[in-house]
């Protein structure tokens, strides 16, 4: 993988994390959203760690909804319409998880993009070829239109202490 030869990467259920358990790194992308209660999962998630291991979280935000539209947002299963940093933080510390860095991501203009590709129907190989050619101008959009006021995305990188 890259060069590395010592890693493993293994796809698990949540619910059938052990202690007995120990990984370096965990990515939760697009998961907690789903999750009834999600501070459990936070919790197995962080007793799967080893003593500095780390935690990759993406979710969307609050304005998630707004952004896509209620109807798309409902149709994949969410439980909550996602998290503000000051949300998720809270339970992430109480898991002994300390959040070192973190982003808003999927901005204004990229999220309106988005919402018409999901909207209109148009087959995923059509919308794979067309993103490169809008993503430039997209993100020079964005300009001006960062941060939380404006993303439907938030990822973050948290520590087990």
């Known amino acids: 993988m890259g060069g590395v030869t010592n890693v493993q990467v293994s796809q698990k ?5 052990g202690v007995e358990t120990a990984f370096d790194q965990v990515l ?3 998961v907690l959203e789903h999750i ?25 935000t609050p304005r998630y909804p707004d952004t ?22 809270p339970k992430l ?14 901005l204004k203009w990229v ?12 087959p995923y190989p059509i ?3 067309w993103a490169p050619i809008v993503r430039r101008a997209l993100h020079a959009s964005e300009r001006g239109h960062q941060g939380k006021a404006y993303a439907s995305s938030l990822a973050l990188l948290a ?3």
């Open 93 to 106: 510390a109480a898991a002994g998880l300390q959040v070192i860095s973190s982003h808003y991501y999927t």
């Open 13 to 17: 259920d949540l619910r059938e994390l």
């Open 28 to 30: 939760a992308i697009d």
């Open 68 to 89: 896509f539209g209620r109807q798309f947002a409902d149709g994949l299963g969410h439980v909550r319409d996602g998290y503000w940093l000051e949300d998720l933080q």
């Open 159 to 161: 520590i087990k202490k």
């Open 111 to 122: 999220s309106r993009a988005c919402r018409l590709f999901y909207g209109s129907g148009i």
């Open 36 to 60: 009834d209660d999600d501070e459990l999962a936070i919790r197995q998630i962080a007793g799967a760690l080893m003593p500095g291991g780390r935690l990759v979280v993406s979710v969307p």
């Open 127 to 129: 919308g794979v070829l």
